[in-house]
């Protein structure tokens, strides 16, 4: 991979010379170990004006969860491990007779920015906006594999809780044994907090597993997804605890994999963003759920659980080949509880199959 990251160093290096920066600096984290293979936390990456340095807090270790910085690099731990990273970067810059720098101005703060200034007050500081969030969108076959990997990590995982008991436990004891089950199964760790939700909770996009215990007859509606190298992947199912599903579950349930099947079918290169997201969104508007649903359809995964692009229906843009997203609309019914369903796809073109759904677990609605 070393020979990947220099080459992504190179984009970035040309992009900031056609704008007139002699020198860039990457502070953001899933920014810094895109271009660098990995880092320990609080490390930023310094590329140009001569040999391209990582700026370092503590020793980088290789673990996992942090990556392997490139060999090539030049790695630099700071003299005080209290001092910043980003101000030593700015002064390392200027010494080496850059006259300007690009920074990350949308991840840093007011105080660290102002920090700069003083510490190299003759170099000039430009914005490089979201110049490296926009190389990372398309992922080439490294990285995916990752995802995979981590897809199948989760519906491994997922697949697991689904042959235990679960009448009587509490959606915060099983989102926790999720967890668990990702770490055994070889993840670096939860790709983000692991949402189990029951009866009237079921549904919620951003619910908080509560005390509240599974009952016969819940939809339990669980997200979780696994972090592989850094690589974030994303599942959302629901089912019925315990029982034959009532008519109005089933109802519900089929109109939002209905919503999903189209989503999923709309995903292909050049395919806009908001087309995508229309296709989903349409479905449930016309069934008459339009008002309380989520505001996007879906988004970019990759190095963080929720990257561009956006599937939403002002987004602008259209969609490459080999751009990892998900689709996950979902229904919720105050009161009576709700249904999502998440997936995690990589867009392809026809030729080649068309999308690559990446996480497995069936969206047969089951009683368990």
Not at 14 to 27: E, H, K, M, Q, T
Not at 291 to 314: F, K, S, W
Request: with cysteine; hydrophobic share 40%; glycine share 12%.
């Amino acid at each position: 991979m070393s020979e990947v990251h220099a080459v992504r160093r190179g984009l970035l290096r040309d992009r900031c010379a056609a704008a007139g920066s002699a020198a860039a600096l990457v502070s953001r984290p899933a920014n810094v170990r895109y271009l660098a293979g990995g880092a320990p936390p609080g490390a930023v990456l310094l590329l140009g004006p001569g040999e391209d340095v990582l700026l370092c807090p503590r020793a980088p270790t290789g673990e996992p969860a942090h990556g392997r910085p490139d060999e090539a690099l030049r790695v630099d731990l700071l003299p005080a491990p209290d001092g910043d990273p980003v101000v030593a970067a700015a002064g390392l810059a200027a010494t080496a007779g850059a006259d300007s720098l690009a920074v990350e101005e949308h991840d840093l703060t007011v105080a660290r920015h102002r920090a700069m200034g003083k510490a190299a007050p003759r170099l000039r500081l430009a914005d490089l906006g979201l110049t490296v969030e926009q190389q990372r969108i398309v992922k080439d076959e490294e990285e995916i594999g990752c995802l995979r990997i981590a897809a199948e990590i989760t519906d491994q995982a997922l697949g697991e809780l689904l042959e235990s008991i679960l009448v009587g436990r509490t959606e915060r004891h099983l989102a926790l044994e999720l967890e668990r089950r990702l770490v055994d199964h070889g993840a670096d760790g939860p790709a983000f907090a692991t949402s189990v939700a029951t009866g009237p909770n079921s549904g919620q996009g951003r619910h908080r597993p509560s005390d509240r215990r599974v009952e016969e007859g819940d939809f339990l509606s669980v997200r979780l997804g696994a972090s592989y190298h850094g690589y974030r992947c994303e599942i959302g199912r629901t089912f019925v605890i315990g029982t034959a599903p009532a008519e109005w579950q089933i109802e519900l349930y089929d109109l939002v994999f209905a919503a999903q099947r189209a989503g999923r079918e709309a995903l292909a290169p050049g395919a806009a963003y908001r087309e995508v997201d229309h296709a989903a969104r349409h479905r449930l508007e016309s069934a008459g759920y339009g008002e309380g649903l989520q505001p996007r359809t879906g988004h970019g995964v990759g190095l963080e659980i929720e990257e561009d692009p956006q599937l939403a229906p002002t987004a602008m843009g259209k969609l490459d080949a080999c751009v990892p997203v998900t689709v996950e609309p979902g229904v919720h019914l105050p009161g009576r509880g709700g249904v999502r369903i998440d997936d995690t796809l990589v867009v392809r073109p026809e030729a080649d199959g068309g999308p690559e759904l990446l996480t497995m677990t069936t969206k047969e609605l089951l009683a368990l």
